[in-house]
């Protein structure tokens, strides 16, 4: 019912920023509260940020805040993750994600995008 394709990831080197976007296709993105995920080899799919279905409410990782941004355009069912002052520790795969309701819990999202890769150099 939805695809999300995740998009813009890349290397970056550190202090850098980046843009990520998530395309949706199917069902409109306005009747989803979207995450964005991300995991890194051997440890666990880790929360990074959410946005309401509205978009005015937000929340983030405490390892995130003040760094990275949320938003959406529903009208273009597109998410995006703007990602500034990169540090070597956001390093990982990031993953987009819809649910019905806002939550810090992967079990919570019902589609998922493939993962783009993004890699801060130091």
């Known amino acids: 019912q939805v695809q999300l394709v995740e998009s813009g990831g890349g290397l970056v080197q550190a202090g850098g920023s980046l843009r990520l976007s998530c395309a949706a296709s199917?069902?409109?993105?306005?009747?989803?509260?979207m995450g964005w995920f991300r995991q890194t080899p051997g440890k666990e799919r880790e929360f990074v940020a959410l946005?309401?279905?509205?978009?005015?409410?937000?929340n983030y990782a405490d390892s995130v805040k003040g760094r990275f941004t949320i938003s959406r355009d529903n009208a273009k069912n597109t998410v995006y993750l703007q990602m500034n002052d990169l540090k070597p520790e956001d390093t990982a795969v990031y993953f987009c994600a819809a649910g019905y309701d806002p939550s810090w819990f992967q079990q919570d999202y019902l589609y998922w995008g493939h993962g783009t890769q993004v890699t801060v150099s130091s």
């Open positions: 199917g069902r409109t993105l306005s009747s989803y509260t």
């Open positions: 946005i309401s279905r509205l978009g005015i409410s937000k």
